[in-house]
Every structure is written in C-alpha cells, then in structure tokens.
C-alpha cells in the first residue's frame, strides 16, 4: 500500500513496481495482466519493463567487452530447458514444445593472475597430445585424480618421474607419516564416524578440523551475465556453436577474420561446465 500511495506521488518512488514488473517478465506473464497491474499502481508498464531489460542488457554486454580486453575472463555454460505451451509448428522444428538452450556467465581471474600468467598457449601446444606436428615421446602424459592422491607419479613414456602439484607430507604433524592428500581423506573418514556413526559421538569435541593445504583465500568475484543461447549443447557442434557465440559476444576472435575483435592468439581461456560438457569438448578437440 506504502508503495501505491508513493508512486502515485512520485513516479520516480517505484522500486517495488520494477521489481514486480521484472517478474512477471521473468515468469512469461500476460501483457494484459502486466497492464492490469500498473493501473493498480502494482507494477510498472510493459513498455517500462521492455526499457528496463534492453537497458540491462545493453549494460551487461559493455560490461563483458570491458572483461574480455583485460584478458582475464573466464565464461561457466550449462543448458537448460524451456517448454513453451503455446508453440506453432514449423518445417525445421515440428512436433515438440521443448527448446534446449544455453545460459552463461564470465568472471574475472582473481587471487594475483595476470595476463601473463595466461601466456602459455605455445608451451600447451608443443607438448600436447594432439599436436599432429611432434612425436609421440614429446607428447604429455594424461593425467587424471589419481595423480594428485600419490606425492609424486611415474609418467608414461621415457621422462623421468614428474612431481604433482600436491605438497610433500605434513611436517607440523605428521599423522603416521600419510601424505597430505590421504591424511586429509583420514579426518573425512573419521569426521563420517564421529557425525553419523553411533557409538562415535563422544569424539566430537576432539575431531578439529582438517589442515589447511594451499589454502585460496575467499574473495568476492564479480559476474557477467551472457546472452542466452538458442543452441543445443548435447551435441558436439553444439559445443562448438557455443564457444564461437561466446566469443562473439565477447568481441574475441582472430585478427584476420576481424580486425576489431579481441586478439587471444598467445594467450589461454578457461571454460567451465559439468562432465558432458568436458567430453564433448575434448571430442571436438580430437575431431579437428
């Protein structure tokens, strides 16, 4: 009521009419009802609401532009699903009222990196498996979680044993000299005992808390939202699609394809998703 009685003061005083315009936009709501309620004072217009949303996405994409020069951007996909219920069918799309698509975000590299930090795309491609151009000897080794469990791994092929990145034992406590990795995997096993076992409970006061090992301090990342993609990313081209979409969006791409486009030629950019998003990525990888 507070906020009626002000809009219809002030039509600057209308926060919570944005806000419930915004919604119903959100949740597909009928214009006829949008209007309905911004002559109740309840909301704001649907022209209002249309201003808001191009205005945020304008913003949005300078924003994304703006990370993407820094050279530090790193964009997170995932698909979802919309059902649309009043769907028209068509010769490329018949019988079906679900759409797959995509949502993404980019956010910035923290903790110290910088774009030099990233420079390593030659070093990647010298020794990677799928450089067609060097011999088998000269390829990486895969590695996997394994390889993070032991504190040092004997990599396939003629080179010498290679160092993980997990740090030597615990010399502050050494826990019956286990390594660091397994004695972190000891104080779970003994936390599920203590917290779900009975019998254990009395050893909850004397559990502690796990050491910390390279511990990254928590900072707040800043996110940029991407435009939603009507791509499908079940598939490998869909893949594909998506990381070419994103770096459109992002005004990146190779000087001779378009001489205003971020140049990445030296420089490495990480994608996240879930496992399927992995495989499929690696399988492009192996296709090209």
Known sequence: IMSVLMQSTNQKCNSMASL??????????????????????LSISSTAVHNIVNSLSKDAHMQLRKLAS??????????????????????DKPGSTLIHATSAFAFPLQHGV??????????????????????????????SWLDAMDAKYS??????????????????????GLA??????????????????????HFRNVLGSPDEVMQIPVVKTPTVPC???????STNDGQADIIENLFEQ??????????KALDITEHVILFHGDLGTG??????????
């Open 70 to 91: 820094t050279r530090l951007a790193s964009f997170v996909y995932d698909n979802f699903d919309m059902d649309f219920k009043s769907w028209s069918h068509t010769a």
């Open 227 to 233: 435009r939603a993609m009507d791509i499908d990313q």
């Open 114 to 143: 910088t774009p030099d930090d990233l420079k390593h795309v030659e070093v990647l491609w010298s020794n990677s498996p799928l450089n067609p151009s060097i011999p088998d000897s000269a390829k990486r080794a895969p590695r």
């Open 250 to 259: 992002a005004n990146i791409g190779a000087p001779e394809d378009s001489p």
């Open 20 to 41: 419930i315009g915004l919604f119903c936009h959100s949740t597909s709501t009928p214009e006829l009802v949008v209007e309905m309620l911004a002559h109740t004072g």
């Open 279 to 288: 495989e499929r990525f690696h399988s492009i990888c192996h296709e090209h």
């Open 155 to 176: 990599a396939r092929g003629p080179r010498a044993t290679v160092p993980n990145t997990i740090p030597p034992p615990n010399v502050s406590n050494p826990a019956q």
């Open 180 to 201: 660091v990795g397994k004695h972190t995997l000891a104080w779970h096993f003994r936390s599920a005992l203590v917290n779900h076992c009975p019998g254990f409970e």
